[in-house]
């Protein structure tokens, strides 16, 4: 196929799952025929609904994850999902084909998986990471799951993404909770106290439904147990999801559109950025190095420049 031939991005947008793979690694390579597949699902996004699952190390999100697909998957839905590690200077990406067991589905149709190994600078999602969202929510997904491990920036950048939070702690008053409390709780839409079979499970939940009762959010943090192991718990989370997601698609119109357009934006100016003529970069870069102009000044007269650039 030559990479002019648009065909294949037809087939993507159709559902396709062999473009669809195609077209992630496109985007995920960054090259330069990644621009005709964000021009492609341009106005594909949106229709899915993105759910993020965030939380500590080990506290059974993959576990979770796969229980939730496979609800997901009995009540008629496709499924994508993202696993987001952080990449290992030693091991790279090659250990995350054993964490990301998605077993139970292999075969499936209905069920569109990819690791990635790489994280963005501060430990967010990168910006690879959104594009892979993306193309799976373009190429037709009802459902795009992401995991990510709760490390600080990451959470934020889920909020970014996700339209619906998750987030999984496992039983126990020591440092998970801490980090919980350290602030993923005001991102989290709900908060699922996982290993429903250890002793600790009601009691953490309780502790967790305290501190979610004395927060200001509107509607409050929904606090639930599930046992992934088992499955039980899941349907009920499934439940949830569902009642949130009718929710922001009812109430919420304009969140979605609003992301979309300030992310359509930020690649609108990156990528006029990229094309700038250096020379006008040097001339405000000389004026700041005399002390003629601020920072931000020079910013600003920048950012006119190319948004005025007709090119
Ligand atoms: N007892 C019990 N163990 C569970 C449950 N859910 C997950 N586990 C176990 O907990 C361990 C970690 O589960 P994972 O699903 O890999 O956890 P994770 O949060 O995805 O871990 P990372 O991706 O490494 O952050 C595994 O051994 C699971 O079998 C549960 O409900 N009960
Ligand atoms: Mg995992």
Known sequence: ??????????????????????????????????????????????QALT??????????????????VRVQRERGRTVGVVAVDPSSPVTGGAILGDR??????SGDRGVFVRSLASRGHLGGLSRSAVRVIDCMDASGLDIV????????????????????????AAPGLGDDVQAIKAGILEIADILVVNKGDHPLSAQTARYLKTMVGMQDRDPPTE???TTATT???????????????????????????????????????????????????????????????????AALELVRQILEDPS
């Open 1 to 46: 196929m030559p990479p002019h031939d648009p065909s294949w991005l037809t087939d993507f947008l159709a559902g396709d799952r062999r473009a669809l793979s195609r077209a992630i690694t496109l985007v995920e390579n960054e090259g330069p025929a990644a621009a005709d597949v964000l021009a492609a699902i341009r106005g594909h996004l949106g």
């Open 51 to 68: 759910i993020g699952f965030t939380g500590p190390p080990g506290a059974g999100k993959s576990t979770l994850v796969n229980a939730f």
């Open 100 to 105: 990301i067991r998605m077993t139970g589905h």
């Open 145 to 168: 799951v992401i995991e990510t491990v709760g490390a600080g920036q990451s959470e934020v950048e889920i909020a970014e993404v996700a339209d619906i939070k998750v987030v999984v």
């Open 223 to 225: 606090v639930m147990r």
């Open 231 to 297: 499955g039980q718990g899941v349907e009920a989370l499934a439940d949830q999801v569902d009642l949130l997601g009718r929710h922001r698609r009812d109430a919420a119109p304009m969140t979605r559109n609003r992301r979309l357009l300030v992310r359509a934006a930020q690649d609108l100016l990156r990528l006029r950025l990229a094309q700038a003529d250096p020379e006008d970069i040097d001339v405000l870069a000389r004026q700041l190095l005399a002390g003629e102009k601020t920072v931000e000044n």
